[in-house]
């Protein structure tokens, strides 16, 4: 989908802000909202609205925010506010995450995480590898500090490290790599523990940092679950990992973690400083109330079996609606599918998925285009689809309508 790049025709921008693209998936947000008909909407990455714990927070709230005192409405110390801290590292205990008070720094959401990685790594003309397909915004972070990208593919077993080595040797090194590693947005795709491993053990052979963005690895549908890359770094200070509350609690709070070596938390906080001074008290106190009334682990719980049976149902209504055309991935986690169209166009062979998007939108069905998740346009017959907020038998409505909206393609109606 087209991409935006700022410019303006008299002011002095900076060289810098032609390397600031725009997001295709943010976009798609204020693009729905001035829509009037029925879309069942299965593009935005957020949890389902009845999975927003919102009863939850109301009830912590007072007490976090504290009816009637302004203390919780000062400055915050730029690492975060205390009471968070704590009641992360108890989250986090005995889980492939656990960590220390000096590694952490709590950040505005995953995307700060994101863009305090790259301010730190990444000067212009950088090679950063990213996995192809992306999350883009994570790329689209790196292209705004002016990064040259390397795209990767994607298996079933995640980024693709023997081609990342082999990229690496024609193109250069890249001195940072993102990757997605767990419930990968937008493919669904979790890196084996193998291919970790090898990811480690290139990134130490170059000296390349891999910023870690694993948002959605508390979301598995199985109980077994591959370490993260945070744990099997056991330290090592090439690893910056980026967590965020978005999607196991909700992403209005725009709270999050980075997870760093500790000789880097001067850095952060003067970064952080230049930046925003602190993360949003108010809200860090309610994430934390929300901890400590212990209600994060059954939520979660809840929302993994959920999440599972809206998959199972967008599986269900691909195999009735487009096993013709189609194939789709199986995310064992997470919130995203990826179906590749094989066939439906007028000639035959896949139509434009960024062609196809207007009729599916007239048709009532939202997506987001596979090329919106490739800075090189890549993937022009894929689609990510989002099945975690939206229920069953709307998914099923969702997955008809683009269907109807395929054939219209097709046959040209
Ligand atoms: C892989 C990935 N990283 C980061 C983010 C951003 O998280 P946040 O909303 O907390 O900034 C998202 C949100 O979609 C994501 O999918």
């Not at 682990?297 to 269900?316: F, I, N, P, S, W």
């Not at 195999?319 to 179906?339: I, Q, Y």
């Not at 998925?353 to 009532?364: I, M």
Request: charged content about 20%; hydrophobic content about 45%; proline content about 7%.
């Amino acid at each position: 989908m087209t991409i935006t790049r700022t410019s303006h025709p008299t002011l002095p921008l900076a060289d810098r802000a032609a390397s600031l693209v725009g997001s295709v998936i943010d976009s798609s947000t204020s693009l729905l909202a001035g829509q009037t008909h029925d879309i069942v909407r299965l593009a935005m990455g957020s949890p389902a609205r009845e999975a927003i714990p919102a009863a939850a927070l109301a009830e912590v709230a007072p007490a976090a925010i504290g009816a009637g005192s302004a203390d919780a409405f000062d400055y915050a110390a730029t690492e975060g506010d205390p009471a968070l801290r704590e009641a992360l590292l108890a989250m986090l205990e005995g889980t492939s995450d656990a960590t220390t008070a000096d590694r952490l720094t709590i950040t505005a959401g995953g995307m700060q995480g994101l863009d305090l990685a790259n301010k730190l790594f990444v000067d212009p003309g950088d090679l950063v590898a990213v996995e192809s397909p992306t999350y883009t915004n994570g790329s689209a972070t790196a292209l705004s500090y002016q990064a040259r990208l390397l795209e990767v593919p994607v298996d079933h077993e995640g980024m693709v490290v023997e081609q990342l080595r082999a990229l690496g040797e024609a193109r250069g090194r890249p001195k940072v790599i993102y990757t997605i590693p767990t419930f990968q947005n937008p493919s669904g795709a979790t890196m084996s523990r193998a291919r970790r491993e090898a990811l480690l053990e290139l990134a130490r052979e170059w000296g390349s940092v891999v910023v870690d963005d694993d948002p959605y690895r508390m979301l598995g549908f199985a109980d077994e679950e591959v370490p993260s890359l945070h744990e099997l770094a056991d330290g090592d200070p090439l690893v910056f990992s980026v967590r965020t509350f978005s999607k196991i609690i909700a992403p209005g709070l725009r709270v999050g973690w980075v997870d760093t070596d500790p000789s880097l938390q001067p850095l952060l906080i003067n970064a952080k400083q230049a930046m925003d001074t602190c993360t949003n008290l108010p809200m860090q106190r309610l994430v934390a109330a929300f901890l400590q009334a212990g209600h994060l682990q059954e939520h979660v719980a809840v929302q993994r079996q959920e999440y599972r049976r809206r998959k199972e149902a967008m599986q269900q209504a691909l195999a009735e609606h487009l096993s013709d055309v189609a194939r789709w991935t199986d995310p064992e986690g997470g919130f995203f599918l990826w179906v590749t169209l094989e066939g439906g166009g007028a000639d035959g062979g896949p139509p434009d998925t960024e062609a196809l998007f207007p009729v599916a939108l007239a048709e009532g069905v939202a997506y987001i285009p596979g090329n919106a998740f490739s800075a090189e346009g890549r993937f022009p017959d894929a689609l990510r689809l989002c099945f975690a907020s939206t229920p069953p038998d709307r998914i099923h409505e969702g997955v008809r309508r683009l269907r109807v909206a395929l054939d219209r393609m097709g046959t040209g109606a």
